[in-house]
């Protein structure tokens, strides 16, 4: 084992010298600091595989069905729920609307912003309990089993949205029905157990130089697939339907599990492991050992600098979650769009904040060496005033100046968690990240129901008072990185 470990080390710093610097950005099968961690052994065997697909084929079919979910569910707010025509019903969210249109959709969107707070707080409220346990489990048991549970949960909600679309339009049926469909990622991890299995993998497979690099990337990948998922659904709904929309969703991630099953190796060793790896998930003394680590005494400040770091993810979370609630609703209500003319802009936004990340950090960090802080605090920055733009806009085009100002906010997510895992030991690292992912899931419970209650309070005065909030929010984030 030792001279198997001596001729991995010495392959790898072979490598390092006569590779270019973008071979820094593929994946390493060299764990960081592993003396320091001989508990986590990463398999030596060579992959072409990534983890880069998984984010892509979840992020796809989450984008290409959640635009028409909500379309649906404004549909039958209105004849199901409030009991008008269809045919008038038929004719919110299009690009004829009247006048009387106009004031139904008013009527509509408070029901709809409610149900849709509701499906929010079931994807988020126990999946952040569970967090808790998972990234301490996940450090002795591997991170696949975290990626296999949210795709999972999200295969039979998909089809779960199928087989309830396809009865509505059979029926007439409660919008309220949509939300039992998310039952199943209540207790397979939802998000949560993606963002932890995601994080914790590429820390597993990168060292401190290229860490942020590759979360950048992954960050980047996922874009895309929010992008194409985006661009594509209102073309996909208009050849299709509903439940078939649905259907390639799921379809999509019974791809991604099968790609987890198939190509991507597992990067922690369990095979000395005798008992129930069920039984160890739910153990309270991880829990409890999460929190002490979380909050130790570390040297050099770094315990502040990891809290000011969490601080900075889970209130950005807040403000993006509370506001993507709402936002949609509120660009039917305030421009007329359709769900065409938004999905355009969203792609834009996606596109421009994709190229702008993968560009900002190749030369703010790649040349100009700037720290994983610094980028934070810019990309926070960046966030901020996209935030402040959409409070002041009285035109689409205003909307899409903001696109411009927001072109590196996408990058905050990586470069917050790469601060936390330059300064924390590869033993911990899993807890720390359990932690901001927990933290992370439980701050929409609280932002969703508040912009909700904003939104549908200022409707009829200043639907923009949401976006003021979230420009308050990022502004603390952007102080608290610099």
Not at 73 to 95: K, M, P
Not at 98 to 122: C, D, G, H
Not at 157 to 183: Q, R
Request: charged content about 15%; proline content about 4%; some cysteine.
């Amino acid at each position: 084992m030792e001279s198997h470990r001596s001729n991995g080390n010495e392959e790898y710093q072979e490598r390092e010298e006569i590779t270019s610097s973008v071979d820094s950005l593929l994946p390493q099968t060299t764990p960081v600091n592993q003396e320091e961690n001989p508990s986590i052994e990463i398999s030596r065997k060579r992959s072409i595989c990534t983890i880069e697909p998984v984010l892509f084929l979840i992020f796809f079919a989450w984008n290409l069905s959640g635009n028409v979910l909500t379309n649906q569910i404004v549909y039958q707010t209105c004849t199901a729920l409030l009991g008008f025509n269809e045919s008038d019903c038929r004719q919110l969210g299009t690009a004829n609307e009247s006048e009387y249109i106009e004031s139904l959709e008013q009527k509509v969107q408070p029901y709809t912003a409610k149900i849709i707070m509701v499906r929010s707080l079931m994807e988020q409220i126990l999946p952040a309990f569970c967090s808790l346990f998972l990234g301490p489990w996940s450090d002795k048991f591997g991170r696949k089993p975290l990626l296999y549970a949210c795709f999972s949960g999200y295969i039979s909600v998909f089809f779960l949205l199928v087989g309830i679309s396809f009865a509505s339009m059979i029926f007439t049926i409660t919008p309220w029905l949509y939300i039992l469909a998310y039952v199943p990622v209540m207790f397979s991890g939802g998000t949560c157990a993606l963002i932890t299995g995601t994080f914790c993998y590429i820390t597993d497979i990168t060292t401190e130089k290229n860490r942020a690099i590759r979360m950048g990337i992954a960050e980047g990948v996922l874009f895309a697939g929010l992008f194409l998922g985006s661009i594509s659904s209102s073309y996909v709904l208009q050849l299709t339907n509903v439940s078939t929309v649905f259907t390639i969703s799921g379809l999509f991630c019974i791809l991604g599990i099968l790609y987890i099953w198939l190509c991507l190796p597992e990067t922690i060793d369990y095979e000395d492991f005798v008992g129930s790896k069920f039984r160890e998930l739910f153990r309270f003394d991880h829990v409890c050992d999460m929190f002490k680590t979380s909050f130790m005494p570390r040297p050099d400040n770094r315990r502040v600098i990891i809290w000011l770091a969490i601080a900075g993810l889970v209130v950005s979370i807040a403000m993006m979650e509370g506001n993507m609630s709402v936002f949609f609703l509120f660009t039917r209500a305030k421009f007329g769009w359709t769900i065409r003319e938004y999905t355009i802009y969203e792609s834009v936004s996606i596109v421009v904040q994709m190229v702008g990340g993968i560009v900002t950090l190749c030369i703010l960090k790649k040349i100009f060496g700037i720290s994983d802080a610094m980028l934070a605090a810019l990309s926070f920055g960046s966030d901020c005033l996209q935030n402040f733009t959409r409070t002041i806009a009285n035109t689409p085009r205003d909307l899409y100046i903001g696109v411009g100002v927001g072109i590196i906010k996408s990058i905050s997510g990586p470069m917050g968690r790469a601060v936390v895992s330059n300064v924390t030991p590869p033993s911990d690292i899993g807890k720390i990240f359990s932690l901001v992912t927990a933290l992370e899931s439980i701050s929409p419970i609280i932002s969703t129901p508040l912009f909700t209650l904003i939104y549908t309070s200022t409707i009829d005065t200043f639907p923009s008072a949401f976006n003021a909030v979230s420009t308050g929010g990022t502004f603390l984030c952007f102080l608290w990185m610099l």
